[in-house]
């Protein structure tokens, strides 16, 4: 067994399939993490956190990150259009963003590194997005983009999404 990591269009994101996934007439088993198949495929963040939240159809979360967190991430259900924007003042790709659509028939992860942030809309009736992370959750170190940031100019499948105060520019 071993994992299958694949570069992106921005340094650093790495597009991953995980190492096991068997499916039959019972349904479905999948290993989403496997610390030494990880390493071995270069992925050597040390993770001490698992989060998980739970949306509707066009919610909006994000464009969240924070300087020190990487996030492994992954749907466990449904299906959801990822973003991810380089918010590293100090790169070359300043601003730049790619996007991903994960769900739980693809089982693809996308590996996050510090100074990007992530955001996704959910494209199913429900999604539910899973990230481990290397730092513990602190609200206070993370740095919010707008969604519809004309700097950015991401091109987003649902044009009247769901958001947060936060997520609006509110809070």
Not at 19 to 43: H, K, M, Q, S, W
Not at 45 to 54: A, G, H, K, L
Not at 151 to 158: L, N
């Amino acid at each position: 067994m071993s994992v299958t990591v694949r570069a992106t269009t921005l340094d650093g994101v790495k597009l991953i399939e995980p190492p096991t996934r068997f499916e039959d007439f019972r349904g479905e088993y999948v290993e989403t993490y496997n610390e030494d198949l990880y390493r071995a495929a270069g992925i050597t963040e040390t993770f001490i956190q698992d989060d998980i939240s739970v949306s509707h159809r066009h919610v909006l979360r994000g464009i969240h990150g924070d300087d020190s967190t990487a996030k492994l991430v992954s749907c466990l259900a449904g299906r959801f259009y990822l973003v991810v924007v380089n918010w590293n003042p100090d790169s070359p790709q300043y601003r730049q963003w790619e996007s991903f659509t994960l769900s739980d028939r693809n089982r693809l992860q996308v590996l996050i590194p510090p100074r990007f942030g992530n955001g996704h809309v959910v494209l199913s009736d429900t999604a539910i997005f899973h990230y481990k992370q290397t730092t513990s959750y602190d609200r206070g170190r993370q740095f919010t983009v707008l969604w519809n940031d004309p700097t950015v100019a991401i091109d987003w499948p649902v044009p009247a999404p769901i958001l947060s105060r936060r997520d609006r520019g509110l809070a």
